[in-house]
């Protein structure tokens, strides 16, 4: 990955693209963590890696390349917080929501199980930082260090977080009927 | 609960680092001891099952968009940058950069001219809605716009390379009007007259040199 990030600062486009298909899915998923919108945590995307693209040769080779983009991509989450919401983006979500729902309700029922839509809701009602905590260590397979410099805390309020996190999530799985294996 | 034996400092630390032995990120002494520990105590051992099945299905939940727009995108703006030229269509938030001051002066006219693209299609918006409204107590500027109503409402996305005036010309042909966007992923929200969605969609579809995605959402 350090590689990609060299060859970026020389203004490689190939080697933008081989870091977009190695993050693109990742800085997604992180982003919608915090902001659980698709259109948004897309956007997210495209901004952390555009800056990737301007700003490689900072990478000062401290961390491993995929925290330096998640630090970046939280960022950016950051500012989506803080900006005011488009009007027109809430119709379109509230759109497409309404056709998500019919398609997860089918999908759900045939495929994914009831299980899998619980554990999503029981997500959900986890803290911003739970959740995001949770994604860094399960789905970002990231080190506690490599965690606690994105959330920019000590390692042990990590610890503490997603300690908590697995506890409210054990909770909510146990009080929906599904407590034996969460 | 703590295992019988244990101490609850040991319990306490398992718990804690667990979640990084799982995902495999321990060092080998942290490593040695969480092996230790899982070798000693069942409900450690339990325990690591749970969290391993936990992970597995955090891994495996799908993401709501996969597709490979966002490369073309990405590219786009990269050479829209490297080109001078920012106003590509949905790019212009992306590249806007306040924070890097080195890029500073050579920004200015994009940024002038994404200003004056963006006052024209407000106002073009504004007199298009205008001459459309039936009541003109009702309108309201283009971003304000509702979905909702007795037209049809179809999401479109476009190519990178087509260009404002292509895309303009065949929203024209198809009979449809932007009710909002380009978002900053280069969506678009279109609206077709009553009667008319399939034969909108149906062309939109066919213009592959130009359009990316076209769905229907609601009617």
């Given amino acids: 990955m350090?590689?990609?990030i060299r060859r970026i600062?020389?203004?490689?486009?190939?080697?933008?693209?081989e870091l977009h298909h190695a993050m693109r899915k990742r800085i997604v998923a992180f982003a919608m963590q915090r902001l659980d919108d698709p259109y948004l945590s897309e956007e997210v995307m495209l901004e952390t890696l555009?800056?990737?693209?301007n700003h490689a040769s900072r990478f000062a080779g401290q961390s491993q390349v995929s925290t330096w983009i998640l630090g970046i991509a939280r960022h950016k989450t950051l500012d989506k917080l803080r900006a005011p919401r488009s009007p027109w983006m809430d119709d379109l979500e509230s759109a497409h929501l309404e056709i998500a729902s019919n398609e997860a309700d089918n999908v759900d029922r045939l495929v994914a199980g009831e299980r899998a839509a619980i554990l999503e809701n029981c997500i959900k009602k986890l803290t911003h930082l739970q959740r995001e905590c949770m994604n860094l260590v399960f789905y970002q397979e990231l080190a506690l260090e490599e965690i606690a410099a994105i959330q920019a805390c000590?390692?042990?309020?990590v610890k503490t977080r997603l300690f908590h996190a697995r506890g409210n999530l054990r909770e909510c799985m146990q009080s929906n009927g599904h407590g034996e294996r969460a | 609960m703590i295992p019988s034996g244990m101490k609850a400092n040991d319990w306490q630390h398992f718990?804690?680092?667990?979640?990084?032995y799982v995902n495999g990120t321990l060092g080998a002494g942290a490593r040695q001891e969480m092996l230790h520990l899982l070798a000693t105590y069942p409900e450690c051992a339990a325990e690591l099952k749970l969290l391993e099945s936990l992970a597995k299905?955090?891994?495996?939940?799908p993401l709501p968009l996969?597709?490979?727009?966002?490369?073309?995108?990405?590219?786009?703006?990269?050479?829209a940058q490297t080109d001078g030229k920012l106003s590509v269509i949905g790019s212009a938030n992306v590249a806007r950069r306040p924070d890097a001051p080195e890029r500073k002066e050579s920004r200015q006219l994009p940024v002038f001219g994404i200003a004056a693209t963006v006052l024209i299609a407000l106002t073009a918006a504004f007199i298009v809605q205008f001459l459309h409204n039936e009541d003109p107590a009702t309108l309201r500027p283009l971003g304000a716009a509702e979905i909702s109503g007795n037209r049809e409402v179809i999401q479109a996305t476009f190519r990178a390379t087509a260009s404002e005036a292509q895309i303009r010309g065949l929203l024209s042909t198809v009979g449809a009007e932007i009710v909002s966007g380009p978002g900053a992923i280069g969506v678009y929200v279109l609206r077709v007259p009553n009667g008319r969605v399939d034969s909108a969609m149906l062309e939109l579809q066919q213009a592959t040199g130009l359009v990316d995605s076209a769905t229907l959402l609601a009617k």
């Fill in chain 1, 154 to 157: 000590p390692v042990n309020t």
């Fill in chain 2, 66 to 79: 996969n597709d490979e727009r966002g490369l073309d995108r990405l590219m786009a703006m990269v050479r």
């Fill in chain 2, 15 to 20: 718990q804690e680092m667990l979640p990084w």
């Fill in chain 1, 2 to 4: 350090e590689e990609l």
């Fill in chain 2, 57 to 61: 299905e955090i891994r495996d939940q």
């Fill in chain 1, 9 to 17: 600062a020389n203004r490689d486009e190939a080697a933008l693209t």
């Fill in chain 1, 50 to 53: 555009f800056e990737v693209w």
